[in-house]
């Protein structure tokens, strides 16, 4: 039996346009070939793509084949309508603009995990999946598939994070770079490591280090209530999207772990029938359970995320795949 070592990589246009999810780092030219591509995409997501290509060359001494399981393949199914940027088509089409989203390991792991406790076909679920942590997303995801997701071009964009500022108005950069007088690149560190629940707070990006000082703390109490009202909103959003849904799905770290964040988008839907069981919310912390009433019309639940188990499932995939394959050349 051959030893499989799999590893994520954020990658933008390969996701986006290629019919193959997961790429096969082999020791041919491909394997050179397809590195330098994932290297060239660092520009999308360079925290990911980049630290992972380090250990490539390394692991190959020990582990053959590698897999490359791209966290933005879950949502290569995002149509144009959702996925293009209003500016002129010319230019998305010339330079591959348009909203990739990442998390996609944790969301599809989300639908795949609901769809069994509740024993049910991700086929035939409407989902809304919020993964919260240090860099947060949500997605909508219809039958199986998914149809928008809150971050777009870069992992900048979308929800309030840890340290991200999320969606912001796009003159924003120019603003900050002539009134401090600094370069884009300095705009850039501000955006992506100083803001978020760190900058407004200006304590710590651990919601479990600022509730112990949400009543006391005035930047403590509107940095987390920010945070939880941007969440509301994009989950709104998403329901009106689908057109409803069968459950909110909370994963990540703060999905796990804060129940002030799940109340406060939990009782912000009751006007679409969610009814939240308080003595769950706050006992249900770092495993997995159910939010809502017994009654509810839409699911609130909380499950642990498990990117490396999807990982190692998809890779399963194609090992699968090619042995199907191989055995019906025999």
């Excluded at 986006?16 to 491909?30: E, K, N, Q």
């Excluded at 988008?265 to 679409?272: A, I, P, Y």
Aim: with cysteine.
């Amino acid at each position: 039996m051959q030893t499989n070592l799999c590893w994520t990589a954020s990658d933008a246009r390969r996701s986006a346009w290629c019919t193959a999810a997961r790429v096969s780092l082999s020791p041919s030219s491909s394997h050179r070939k397809s590195k330098g591509e994932i290297a060239e995409l660092a520009k999308w997501a360079p925290l990911h793509n980049r630290r992972s290509l380090d250990l490539v060359g390394p692991l190959r001494q020990w582990f053959a084949p590698i897999f490359a399981a791209f966290d933005t393949s879950f949502h290569r199914a995002i149509g144009d309508t959702a996925a293009l940027y209003a500016i002129p088509l010319d230019l998305s089409r010339r330079h591959g603009i348009r909203r990739y989203g990442f998390h996609g390991l944790s969301h599809r792991y989300l639908m795949e995990r609901y769809a069994q406790i509740v024993g049910r076909s991700p086929s035939e679920l409407h989902l809304v999946t919020v993964h919260l942590e240090s860099g947060c997303s949500a997605a909508a995801i219809a039958n199986g598939r998914s149809v928008d997701t809150t971050m777009g071009l870069t992992p900048l964009e979308g929800l309030m994070m840890g340290t991200r500022c999320g969606d912001v108005d796009p003159a924003l950069p120019a603003l900050l770079a002539h009134a401090e007088r600094i370069d884009m690149d300095e705009v850039m560190r501000i955006l992506e490591k100083q803001s978020g629940l760190l900058g407004v707070s200006d304590k710590s990006l651990d919601t479990r280090v600022l509730m112990r000082d949400y009543g006391s703390d005035e930047r403590v109490r509107l940095a987390m209530e920010m945070f939880s009202y941007r969440v509301l909103k994009a989950v709104g959003s998403y329901l009106a999207i689908l057109g409803g849904a069968h459950a909110i799905v909370f994963g990540g770290g703060i999905g796990e772990n804060t129940p002030l964040v799940r109340q406060r988008v939990c009782e912000g839907l009751s006007w679409c029938g969610l009814k939240l069981d308080a003595e769950r919310n706050h006992s249900v912390i770092d495993c997995e359970g159910r939010l809502s009433t017994d009654d509810s019309r839409i699911e609130a639940y909380v499950i642990p995320v498990e990117e490396s188990l999807q990982i190692a499932h998809e890779c399963c995939g194609v090992l699968e795949k090619r042995r199907a394959g191989a055995a019906a050349r025999v």
